[in-house]
């Protein structure tokens, strides 16, 4: 069943959770709109307790997940906050991807932009505001590293919930009361624990537990009460990761399936100019060929005979803006810099421009386009029966998925179903639509399921890319000390945030000014140091081809900024560039924990000139990090990275092993985009159009890594990007640490 269908009568069993607060649970029906229900599914002998659990007769539990798997470790975290408060068995524990549905809105993405763009007084109002957008619009969103601190408290709630149920309908049998019965390991029990215990198993209570209405509050758990969050247990989409049976989007195979290759024209935009028809159609299994003003697709017999197809075609594209490249976009990015119409995003104290003069130090920066380079090129399946259609695709966001699907095909979206599958990477290419929409366009024409594979090259030459960027940093320096007491980014670069909105959300454009100075697009450029005076201005930039997240978003470049320029006033003070940063970071304890023991632990010695460490840290998503970099310079000149030591502050960890890969991931990610090759254009085309292009690390270029997690009981920071930001200035600086030459261009070139 969709949305869009007709749902039968709230009764008790179809339980909705919302947000309660503090240690009680207020139940979904005091704050959801009483339309918005769960459209679950539920299995013979089994019992749907909230949108967010499913529990049958022999006791399996079965934890419904919104957000997209994508490597991060989702799948598991998320089902560990719901089993422990339920007192579930782990080996008892299933996840599935949730329909689409309103209860599943990441509000807390809206939110926290609220909270950080608001006035206090407006604070109230823009938190409710926000919920009510995210809601209303079924913002079914992965992005942000939001998963854990957007859900925790809904999965936490949803469990607690399930589990007063559960000791009702046990208390029932007993003749006791309900609240004098725990959970634990799949049991309901009562009895001190030691001694003779009563126990049901939970698949004996779920028929009569469904049928009961819950209490209005019920206690979530103590934190000595919780057992499995903070315990590596083991993953729930690893076995079938490792032994092949995991489905992604390429997996999917349905009767009657055809495949599809595809050309676009460049990103920049183009014309069909030339294709040779009749070549193609000397293409053996090959049974269709499909033109639309956005792409070519041939249709075979397999994938391989479309592809040849294609090759054989020799499609060629009058290309838009023929004088693109990289120097055009460079210039562009200088003019919007040079531009006075930029804005201040971001202020404290006298905000005025660092002006020259004595003690005024000023550094460029740039950084480059990055590419995605998912390893699945991207790939969706659709269906066109009966005035349906049913796509299998992998996205960040399913509900903005089925709107763009239904606008291309002109059905309306209550006929359209989308199918998440694993995403096999990306991180923000899968918020876009090209490969689903292509499918459904395809299937339609062709009157058969259709799987839709980009080849490499597409994937990489159309790909969004992190848009790239220019910061001029100014900072003035206080004479005796040497610490800045006035500073300035001016960041030039595309509206990403702005356009991506408008791209996903075509009906709302005309309210998106995707020309306007824009805080998200600089966002982290905020130094975390405590100089009284600080000023960030962003400058739109209008660079020729779109761009689209990427993972840690701005905070990957604007975090290259801050800690380059930072190590820079140590260096024309000639002060140690860690105890340079610890005597700012008064304002930001945290960090200057992470900063202190990363230095510790890498055995720091000052990073003079032969050390061969550098140091950099930066604080995201509400989660802080400190890198020691120490690398060395190869005898081709390249720069080799020997040792990355880590420190992180997360909040709360759910699963340590989860946090300790996604670092380790982060930090592998970040030095592909330091040390590789940026993705450059000429003549309107990409020039990046296959892995060897991009000098991607191998597993011999990857260096020892050591991370520490802080323990920490404030709630949990996000984890999946916040190891990627910091990457770059740590190697750009210990490549100063060993050479004395500062590179300020990303990639970083010796």
Not at 173 to 179: E, F, G, N
Not at 330 to 342: E, N
Not at 440 to 465: F, H, S, Y
Request: charged share 20%.
């Amino acid at each position: 069943m969709s949305i869009g269908d007709k749902l039968p009568s709230i009764t008790r069993r179809q339980l909705l959770i919302g947000g309660g607060a503090g240690a009680g649970l207020v139940l979904a029906w005091s704050l959801w709109p009483r339309s918005y229900r769960h459209n679950l599914h539920a299995r013979p002998g089994e019992e749907i307790f909230n949108a967010f659990l499913k529990i049958d007769q022999a006791g399996h539990v079965t934890i419904i997940v919104p957000q997209a798997e994508m490597g991060q470790g989702v799948y598991t975290s998320l089902p560990q906050i719901l089993a422990d408060e339920l007192g579930a068995d782990w080996r008892t524990i299933a996840v599935e991807p949730a329909p689409i549905n309103p209860l599943y809105a990441n509000d807390f993405l809206l939110r926290e932009q609220a909270e950080h763009s608001l006035p206090g007084f407006l604070q109230g109002a823009g938190q409710w505001t926000a919920r009510e957008i995210a809601v209303r619009s079924n913002l079914i969103l992965t992005g942000g590293s939001s998963s854990i601190r957007g859900f925790a408290q809904r999965y936490r709630e949803a469990g607690a919930a399930a589990r007063a149920l559960l000791c009702m309908a046990a208390a029932e049998r007993w003749d006791a009361d309900w609240q004098a019965c725990d959970t634990g390991e799949g049991f309901v029990t009562r009895g001190a624990p030691g001694l003779r215990q009563d126990r049901l198993r939970f698949g004996e209570l779920v028929t009569a537990a469904a049928q009961l209405t819950p209490p209005k509050h019920i206690a979530l758990r103590e934190p000595k009460d919780r057992h499995l969050v903070g315990q590596s247990v083991p993953r729930l989409d690893l076995p079938a990761k490792v032994d092949g049976t995991a489905v992604y989007a390429a997996d999917i195979r349905l009767p009657g399936m055809a495949f599809a290759s595809v050309r676009h024209p460049p990103l920049g935009g183009g014309t069909l100019q030339a294709l040779d028809r009749k070549a193609m159609e000397q293409v053996p299994d090959v049974r269709l060929l499909v033109e639309h003003k956005l792409f070519i697709a041939a249709v075979g017999e397999s994938w391989w005979a479309a592809e040849r197809a294609l090759q054989m075609a020799a499609p060629s594209w009058k290309v838009d803006q023929p004088q693109l490249n990289d120097a055009l976009i460079t210039q562009r990015l200088k003019a919007a810099l040079d531009d006075a119409s930029g804005g201040a995003v971001m202020s404290r104290g006298d905000a005025d421009a660092v002006p020259d003069g004595p003690g005024t130090l000023a550094a460029e920066y740039r950084v480059g386009f990055a590419p995605h380079a998912a390893m699945e090129p991207l790939t969706a399946t659709a269906r066109f029966e009966n005035d349906r259609i049913e796509v299998w695709m992998p996205t960040q966001a399913p509900a903005v998925s089925r709107a763009a699907i239904a606008r291309a095909t002109n059905i309306d979206e209550a006929m359209v179903t989308v199918h998440p599958t694993l995403v096999g990477g990306g991180f923000g290419r899968k918020i876009d639509n090209d490969a689903a929409i292509e499918a459904a366009i395809v299937a339609m024409k062709a009157k058969r399921p259709i799987q839709l594979t980009w080849p490499r090259e597409q994937d990489l030459g159309q790909n969004r890319c992190r848009p790239p960027a220019i910061a001029r940093m100014r900072a003035r320096i206080e004479p005796n000390s040497g610490t800045p007491y006035a500073w300035q980014a001016r960041i030039a670069c595309p509206t990403t945030s702005l356009e991506l909105a408008a791209r996903l959300n075509p009906g709302t454009a005309w309210a998106i000014d995707t020309g306007a100075a824009n805080a998200g697009d600089v966002d982290g450029a905020m130094p975390p140091y405590s100089v009284p005076s600080v000023r960030i201005e962003h400058h739109p930039a209008d660079v020729g081809v779109p761009t689209s997240m990427w993972r840690s978003v701005a905070n990957s470049y604007t975090a290259f900024f801050t800690e380059s320029f930072i190590d820079e006033l140590a260096q024309a003070r000639q002060m140690d560039p860690m105890s340079y940063r610890m005597q700012l970071l008064g304002n930001a304890p945290q960090l200057a924990e992470c900063l202190s023991l990363a230095a510790t632990h890498a055995g720091w010695q000052g990073g003079t000139i032969g050390s061969g460490q550098g140091i950099a840290c930066h604080s995201s998503f509400g989660s802080h990090v400190a890198l020691v970099a120490d690398v060395h310079v190869g005898t081709d000149q390249r720069i080799v990275v020997d040792r990355i030591t880590a420190v992180i502050d997360c909040g709360e960890v759910i699963h340590p092993d989860i946090v300790r890969q996604q670092v380790e991931g982060g930090i592998i990610w970040g030095m592909a985009a330091a040390l590789g090759n940026r993705m450059g254009y000429d003549k309107g085309m990409a020039t990046a159009t296959n892995f060897d292009a991009l000098n991607l690390p191998l597993l011999s270029d990857c260096p020892e890594i050591n991370v520490h997690i802080l323990p920490s009981r404030r709630p949990s920071g996000g984890v999946g990007e916040i190891a990627v930001p910091p990457v770059a200035p740590a190697i750009a600086n210990a490549y100063f640490a060993t050479t004395g030459h500062r590179l300020r261009n990303l990639p970083l070139t010796a």
